[in-house]
């Protein structure tokens, strides 16, 4: 292989390391801001984020009925919360779809302003949000 070559299979792999890492980003901020921007009750719906690799994980946290939180949305982003987003999104790569969602029955009707607490939904204000913050950024 001749050093032309080389060097174009090394900025391949180069440019490739960095869009994965680029998606990953990406999915993590989207992740981090509808777990931040969910309305609190029981939890649940905010326990129920899911992030899917190449599918939906439709998944979500045990039913805690009758369970009240004293948490308030904008709460923080916990340290189980960011171990289950890093550990999911290990092995994703920039030719994959990935999923963020959220599988509790009642996901649709607080997206849709159902919610005092989160009367614009969550979701799409997440991505809104989350896109402004990486348009912001210098880099990924």
Known sequence: ????????TAFASKVNIKANEAVKKITYTVYKECVERSPIDTE????????GVGRRDRSTSPDT????SNNTVGMPITATEV??????LVPARADQILYISNSVR???FIELGSSQQAP?????????????????????
């Open 106 to 108: 009642y996901a649709s």
């Open 83 to 88: 171990g289950y987003a890093l550990a999911t």
């Open 65 to 68: 009925a009758g369970v009240k």
């Open 120 to 140: 614009s939904g969550v979701a799409r204000v997440a991505m809104a949000a989350a896109m402004a913050t990486i348009l912001s950024a210098k880099s990924i």
């Open 44 to 51: 649940r719906f905010r326990k129920s984020w899911r992030i």
């Open 1 to 8: 292989m001749g050093t032309f070559s080389r060097s174009l």
